[in-house]
């Protein structure tokens, strides 16, 4: 495609021949190709711009970036917003796949995860195929790639739209980050669905407030119904919460439908004559006067919006109520969300969940407390290089609604996991709790947490949920809790059949 194709409505200064064919776009030095388009993008870490000889030598005809370089090889393409340059360019590259799906985005601070896992078990149990793009993988057509990012660049967005409409898949759900509709990942993706789970302290790091990371989330709605695309758009709301609340009062180009579990609360798609148990959850579903008894395997009451929320997304898709309850009621469970290790001789549980903002504890952890149990004990810890400011607020939460919580490192990044635990510390000092232990390596406080959980206990391990990692410094390695976790219950039943008095009596309190 012709260099001055990609981009003629938009600002850009060229220096060099517009009339060049591209062949295809990266923005990593390491894939270019001959006649390839080079993003610089600037990053975090590194600058795209320290590459561009680097592209250059492998064969990139087209170098776009926002400072003009000392080349005379290649044409330069200089722009002030590389990232909506970007998106602006990739459509136009790859033929605009967005027109051709039907794209659900899922924003919000908890919740958008598993609402894609539901909608995506809902339209595969009655037939209809679907990809997803989200914070585990991104996946379609059996093709399943790790998501280094909740939602991707656009580059990549646009290169995976395009190949699922080429093999004939039809809706995308996409999680949609506050990064993302900040750095313009999503920038002129034609939407056809928005949904809002909730909003809590989360990413004030990058936002630095409130009212920052909330205008970031309702861009997602503020630009529905604005590409070409001209079918009804619809906007799906959480109400109960405090800022879905200001969503639904805002003038959207969209239809938007309401959810709630809020008795006296006015919605769409209602719960009622809810119950949570280990099990799952059941519920009345309430919608257009029709009525459905609901229930799943997820356990918890924000699972319980969750359902509402995605049922109302296959429903205003046009799927039936029958069809789109029956969808619901065998949707399967996303991974590292409340998920339970099976254990069979000890009598107690474990349950490993993604929660890493304090929000997002405190609802796992209620939830294991209306659950009748025993003692509740909590391994957590914070990522590095990430808001510290939430790390008091999870520290406060865990030894409040926990019965003992092992204080561990999560992903310490850059930072030091012991300066890490010292600001949650923090939080915990605030209310005079003893109720901890600070054991900085992950594994070993899993183990003591296993070692010390007794019949009748739940033992949370929280914070990486699906995650296979552990981000040390730059490098990423193999950690799984769920494997870990395993690997001490297996000892522990081990120990179970030693003769009395040969057990590793130091991980008993």
């Known amino acids: ?32 190709g001959k006649n390839y388009a080079f ?119 646009y290169k995976t739209m395009r190949d699922m409409a080429d093999h004939n898949v039809k809706h995308l759900v996409m999680e949609v980050s506050s990064h993302a509709l900040s750095l313009g990942r999503v920038y002129g993706i034609d939407f056809d669905v928005a949904v809002f789970t909730n909003l809590t302290q989360d990413h004030l790091d990058f936002h630095k407030t409130m009212d920052n990371y909330f205008e970031s989330k309702s861009m997602l709605f503020k630009i529905l119904g604005t590409g070409t695309k001209k079918n009804k758009k619809y906007a799906i709301i959480n109400v109960d919460d405090i800022y879905g609340k200001k969503i639904s009062e805002m003038g959207i180009n969209a239809d938007k439908k309401l959810y709630s579990a809020i008795e006296k609360t006015v919605a769409d798609f209602k719960a009622e004559n809810i119950e949570v148990s280990t099990s799952g959850s059941k519920f009345d579903l309430v919608f257009n006067k029709e009525k459905a008894k609901i229930k799943i395997n997820h356990i918890g009451m924000h699972n319980v919006y969750n ?16 069809k789109a309850v029956e969808g619901l009621n065998n949707s399967k469970q996303a991974p590292g969300r409340l998920e339970r290790i099976n254990i069979k001789h000890l009598g107690f549980d474990i349950v490993i969940d993604y929660a890493h903002a304090d929000d997002a504890l405190k609802n796992v952890l209620q939830t294991l407390k ?107 390695i193999h950690f799984n809790d769920i494997e870990i976790a395993k690997k001490y219950v297996n000892l522990k039943e081990q120990e179970k059949n030693l003769p009395k008095g040969t057990e590793q009596k130091e991980f008993r309190f």
């Open 1 to 32: 495609m012709k260099l001055k194709e990609l981009f003629s409505n938009y600002n850009a200064i060229v220096i060099g021949d517009g009339n060049i064919d591209v062949v295809d776009v990266s923005y990593d030095s390491r894939t270019i």
């Open 39 to 157: 993003f610089a993008l600037p990053g975090h870490a590194t600058n795209g711009s320290n590459y561009i000889d680097e592209a250059i030598e492998k064969g990139a005809s087209v170098v776009i970036t926002t400072k003009k370089h000392s080349t005379t090889t290649a044409v330069q393409i200089l722009v002030d917003d590389i990232f909506n340059f970007m998106a602006v360019f990739c459509a136009k590259f790859y033929n605009y796949p967005d027109r051709e799906l039907n794209i659900i985005g899922v924003t919000g601070t908890n919740g958008k995860t598993t609402i894609t896992y539901m909608i995506e078990s809902i339209l595969t149990n009655i037939g209809i195929e679907c990809g997803v793009m989200g914070t585990v993988n991104y996946r379609y057509k059996e093709k399943v790639t790790d998501a280094p990012n909740t939602t991707p660049q656009s580059l990549d967005i």
């Open 307 to 322: 359902a509402l929320g995605a049922l109302g997304v296959v429903v205003c898709n046009g799927i039936s109520f029958e």
């Open 370 to 476: 209306n659950i009748k149990s025993k003692r509740i004990i909590t391994v957590f810890g914070c990522g590095g290089n990430r808001d510290r400011t939430k790390r008091p607020l999870m520290g406060k939460v865990a030894v409040e609604m926990s019965d003992f919580v092992f204080v561990t490192s999560d992903n310490p990044r850059t930072e030091d996991p012991n300066k890490i635990i010292l600001d949650i510390e923090v939080g915990i000092k605030r209310i005079y709790k003893n109720n901890y232990k600070v054991v900085v390596d992950r594994e070993l406080a899993i183990k003591e947490a296993i070692m010390m959980a007794d019949k009748g206990d739940i033992v949370l391990i929280a914070g990486k949920g699906h995650e296979v990692y552990q981000i040390i410094n730059t490098e990423k």
